[in-house]
T-cell receptor
């Protein structure tokens, strides 16, 4: 079974600075997808970024980028120029390329942004 | 385009009762999945539906069931509610196999 580990329960960053959230996963599959979702206090899960395992290039979405290390099974999220609105729970998630919709989530990292 | 909608948003039930939660996917999305989120267990996959067929099921007791209608709307039902069923229930939809899932705002269920 696949597992996703987020070893940082809480992180804090100064506004306008950069922060990196860590995620590792375990799988024996070669076809899979990785995601970072953000859950603000409203509890709505919002997609931040997605990475296909077959792509070597790291995904980027504006201020958000990932460092995907396939051999090390590591998938970290870098948030640049942090903003107050970035404060939220961040979940790393894994989805197999062959088993439908099931997302396996990590335990989350709570990010605080200091003004 | 409207996002995933879930009704009701909040619900209070007592032990032993049953509850039905509804999820309307994004227009054009045919796949719907459900997740339970609790402080203790985190986010756990419940089940997944595509074209009215359950494709995958998580490790939950038979009290948890679901269905999908021809318009892709989905319902989940929990019978004989227990205190431990108190949770945020999230629904997500996606258009196709390679696509990303988008989540609704959730239904917060409190069992007393």
């Amino acid at each position: 079974a696949q597992t996703v580990t987020q070893s940082q329960p809480e992180m804090s960053v100064q506004e306008a600075e950069t922060v990196t959230l860590s995620c590792t996963y375990d799988t024996s599959e070669s076809d899979y997808y990785l995601f970072w979702y953000k859950q603000p206090p409203s509890r709505q899960m919002i997609l931040v970024i997605r990475q296909e395992a077959y792509k070597q290039q790291n995904a980027t979405e504006n201020r958000f980028s990932v460092n995907f290390q396939k051999a090390a099974k590591s998938f970290s999220l870098k948030i640049s120029d942090s903003q107050l609105g970035d404060a939220a729970m961040y979940f790393c998630a894994y989805r197999s390329g062959s088993s439908g919709d099931k997302l396996t989530f990590g335990t989350g990292t709570r990010l605080a942004v200091r003004p | 385009k409207a996002g995933v909608t879930q009704t009701p948003r909040y619900l209070i039930k007592t032990r032993g009762q049953q509850v039905t939660l509804s999820c309307s996917p994004i227009s054009g999305h045919r796949s719907v999945s459900w997740y339970q989120q609790t402080p203790g267990q985190g986010l756990q996959f419940l089940f997944e539906y595509f074209s009215e067929t359950q494709r995958n099921k998580g490790n939950f007791p038979g009290r948890f069931s679901g269905r999908q209608f021809s318009n892709s709307r989905s319902e989940m039902n929990v019978s004989t509610l227990e205190l431990g069923d108190s949770a945020l229930y999230l629904c997500a939809s996606r258009r196709g196999l390679q696509e990303t899932q988008y989540f609704g705002p959730g239904t917060r269920l409190l069992v007393l």
